[in-house]
């Protein structure tokens, strides 16, 4: 269940963050401390995400015809514009140093806590990418993405800082942490792009739309004349589809009816979770003139 996987995400960077917390204790690095803000977003973004899924499934009502799914994209858009909040933070801590580099102690024990950390945020992204991706869920997807990120930030960090304590060029721990807050940055835009997408209605791919004009002409061969004008939109793990059915033009509004509801039927279970709207047009609206 795509809620169960928001909350173990929740779970898991709560545990993640006390983790990166005591790594920063223990040496004092601002590229260790700028991995738990990345961590500190990820609460804050699995908090929203969670959230937003239980809005999500709400049945559609009155006042929301086509259901709740969009609460999904506001989720995301929320996380994009907390990850772009804590570069600045990181920026701050990072500069200073950049002047005047600071040597770092207990390594050693704070390069494991991080590790250790890192590997449990690598076994949580793999499991919301895939759940994301069986649920359609854009709020899973966006933290799994996420997370996966902060993964492989942090795997740098520790290279990093491990080779500043091999070399003594203590620079190096404010050159990783403004490195991170760029890769924070262009994470933000990111999830803020491709779930901006989805609040302005931005249609399914071109190449899924081909598969269901194709699936749709060949489902009506012989009982209609042609399908067209076909419109896509997502909202989450639902997909809406609009489009103009040609019939002869004697054919009964009940055999016009029923085909429709035959079309439905057979899109809702090749394509989960699509739900189409079909508009019967008379054979003088026909766009082609092939029989």
Request: net charge negative; aromatic share 4%.
């Amino acid at each position: 269940m795509a809620e169960g996987a928001a909350r173990l995400s929740l779970a898991v960077a709560l545990l993640v963050l006390g983790l990166k917390a005591l790594a920063y204790l223990l040496t004092g690095s601002v590229a260790l401390l700028s991995d738990a803000l990345e961590s500190l977003v990820n609460v804050a973004a699995a908090l929203a995400a969670l959230l937003a899924l239980r809005v999500a499934r709400k049945p559609p009502d009155q006042n929301h015809p086509f259901g709740h799914t969009k609460a999904e994209y506001v989720s995301a858009v929320l996380e994009g514009v907390l990850v772009v909040l804590a570069p600045l933070w990181i920026a701050k801590e990072a500069l200073p140093r950049l002047l005047h580099p600071v040597p770092l102690e207990g390594l050693g024990l704070g390069l494991g806590v991080s590790l250790l950390a890192s590997l449990l945020n690598g076994l949580l992204a793999y499991h919301l990418l895939k759940e994301g991706r069986r649920h359609r869920s854009p709020a899973l997807t966006a933290d799994g993405y996420h997370v996966l990120s902060d993964v492989l930030t942090s795997l740098g960090v520790v290279l990093g800082v491990g080779l500043a304590g091999l070399t003594g060029l203590w620079v190096l721990d404010p050159l990783l942490a403004l490195a991170v807050a760029g890769q924070i940055l262009f994470l933000g835009y990111r999830i803020v792009r491709e779930s901006v997408g989805g609040l302005m209605d931005e249609g399914l791919p071109p190449e899924e739309v081909e598969r269901i004009h194709t699936f749709l002409q060949e489902r009506i061969r012989g009982r209609a004349l042609e399908v067209h004008d076909l419109k896509t939109r997502r909202a989450g793990p639902r997909s809406f589809l609009e489009f103009h059915l040609v019939v002869r033009g004697d054919t009964p509004v009940e055999e016009a009816h029923r085909l429709c509801d035959e079309l439905e039927r057979a899109l809702a279970q090749a394509f989960p979770g699509l739900q189409a709207t079909i508009h019967v047009e008379p054979e003088g609206e026909r766009k082609r003139t092939n029989p």
